[in-house]
């Protein structure tokens, strides 16, 4: 199992940018596909990116292509998810999630079984 914590989140304008980090601990954090979820007041946790194993294969929900970018640092346990152009309509709380299941899926919260504790992302207008 991996342990997961979040940071990074915060109070940004609308066309700003923020970049959250999930650091992991525990054994072969390599092994572990890792996604970014979110869940804004009131709606379901819903995808927004995961990243293979290597970082070769990456996969984004259609709202955040183009502006959000995920990448990993295997070296250092952390996958990190680049937000660009922010809307007031991508405030949630973001968590990241970790899984050893292999390919397929990856937009689907019950391929995960090892979530963090999340951390707020508010965009104002």
């Known amino acids: 199992q991996v342990q997961l914590v979040e940071s990074g989140g915060g109070l940004v304008q609308a066309g700003g940018s923020l970049r959250l980090s999930c650091a992991a601990s525990?054994?072969?954090?390599?092994?572990?596909?890792m996604g970014w979820f979110r869940q804004a007041p009131g709606k379901e946790r819903e995808f927004v990116a995961a990243?293979?194993?290597?970082?070769?294969?990456?996969y984004y929900a259609d709202s955040v292509k183009g502006r959000f970018s995920i990448s990993r640092d295997n070296a250092k346990n952390t996958v990190y998810l680049q937000m660009n152009s922010l809307k007031p309509e991508d405030t949630a709380i973001y968590y990241c999630?970790?899984?050893?299941?292999?390919?397929?899926?990856?937009?689907?919260?019950?391929?995960?079984?090892?979530w963090g504790q999340g951390t707020q992302v508010t965009v104002s207008s």
């Open positions: 990243s293979s194993w290597t970082g070769g294969r990456t």
């Open positions: 999630a970790a899984t050893l299941l292999g390919p397929g899926y990856e937009g689907e919260p019950k391929k995960y079984d090892q």
């Open positions: 525990g054994r072969s954090f390599s092994h572990y596909t």
